[in-house]
């Protein structure tokens, strides 16, 4: 069995027969003062460092997380996965423990852009 994720222009394999993938998942606020309140302000530059730094450092996927409080998940998650999308062409993942906005998601990524 195995399970592809892709990104703009990569494709991920994640099989027990391959490599071990790594998953950069530094983007989640969880316990990080600092990435809620920028996020709260609505600030992304920090999500581009996290995910310049983290495919820099090896990461084959981005996991991106921005459920805090105070912060507008629904309006943020697109904007967060097109800024990780301007930087890198690795496959993204979003896992959330509220339901995540979907169709805004998909929408922005490049792959359904026409």
Known sequence: METKVSGTSKEVIISYDKP??????????????????????????IIKKEALEQVAAGAQILDCNVNAPGVDDVKLLPEAIKMIQIVATYPSVSIAPTPPPWKPVLRSTRANRS
């Open 20 to 45: 071990t993938v790594i998953i950069g998942e530094r983007i989640n606020p969880t316990g990080k003062k600092k990435l809620q309140a920028e996020l709260k302000a609505g600030n992304l530059s």
